[in-house]
């Protein structure tokens, strides 16, 4: 199978295409998205894909859509031979990879909840001792469990880097009542999440959500719990004190750390053997969240 980076659909133009996914409008109220097999990693998007990996991801999200009943999402139709025409007629292209959603006004910040110490969230507290204005106890170790999960939102960069703020400045910029809605929801879409994974031999160690208005209501939108947008580690594997196994691109990140490339020029193309393995992680969270 070779990967899917640049999807066509005949006669129809993308309204944006972003690092995986590519929007098309369908009417004033509904829009189209498509998950590609890019595969992208410090902001950068590299010239070759893993092959499969919009379908994984598409349908690790449509799972949890299904299973968060608590809150509204933008999900219309999953299936693609379903969707209006001219979208249903190349369900041989969508089908699998595609979700016909509800347009809703993008609310500009990564809603991230995190219930361990890793990542950027580690880089702020080796420095400040806290992650995004939140103090934490000292002496925590990379991949330490927080007593309780804690919400630290990002400005949302369709191009270059996102820079971690505190929940006061999201409140600035969008109201410090809705603001202080997504934060407690993100907590609970995450807590739930863990909950499920933890018997599955699954720890949720960190997901960043992504929210929307829609007739003045918050929904969830774009993708849930994937692992392009969450750090799942293998339970059985999870040792505190360094980078733990991981079922998701932390793998293609913690490979690129032993390279030369400099994270901000144009990145070469993945090993083959890489782009194996990063599929086979994929398949596996699938396969156990299924």
């Known amino acids: 199978m070779n990967a899917m980076t640049d999807i066509k659909i005949p006669g129809i133009e993308k309204k944006y295409s972003g690092k995986v996914r590519d929007i098309y409008d369908v009417d004033e109220k509904h829009m189209v998205i498509v998950s590609s097999d890019r595969i992208s990693a410090f902001d950068y998007v590299f010239p070759n894909g893993i092959p499969g990996k919009g379908i994984i991801l ?26 209006p025409k001219p979208f249903g007629d ?22 991230i909840a995190r219930g361990y110490i890793i990542g950027t969230g580690w880089k702020d507290y080796q420095a400040t001792g806290a992650v995004c204005g939140i103090p934490l106890p000292k002496g ?18 369709d191009a270059g880097h996102d820079e971690n703020v505190t929940i006061e400045v999201m409140g600035k910029s969008i109201g ?8 407690e929801l993100t907590v609970k879409i995450y807590t739930f999440a863990r909950d499920i994974a933890d018997p599955l031999g699954i720890i949720l160690a960190d997901t960043k959500f992504e929210f929307g208005i829609v007739d003045n209501k918050l929904i969830l939108i774009d993708e ?17 004190g360094s980078s733990p196994v991981s079922f998701d691109k932390q793998f293609i990140r913690d490979y690129l750390d032993t390279t030369p490339w400099d994270k901000n020029s144009k990145p070469k193309p993945l090993p083959d053997d890489i782009v194996a393995k990063t599929k086979e992680k994929y398949e596996e969270i699938l396969a156990r969240l299924s």
């Open 176 to 183: 410090t009542e809705l603001a202080a809605q997504i934060s």
């Open 140 to 157: 925590l170790r990379m991949a330490d469990k927080l007593e309780k999960p804690i919400f630290t939102p990002s400005t949302k960069a």
């Open 224 to 240: 849930v719990l994937t692992p392009d947008s969450s750090r799942f580690w293998d339970k059985s594997k999870y040792v505190p």
């Open 58 to 83: 598409n349908s690790i999200s449509n799972i949890w859509f299904s299973k968060i009943d608590f809150v509204e999402n933008h999900i219309v139709e999953t299936s693609a031979s379903n969707f």
């Open 90 to 111: 190349y369900a041989e292209i969508l089908e699998g990879r595609s979700v016909l959603v509800k347009k809703a006004k993008r609310v500009d910040f990564e809603c």
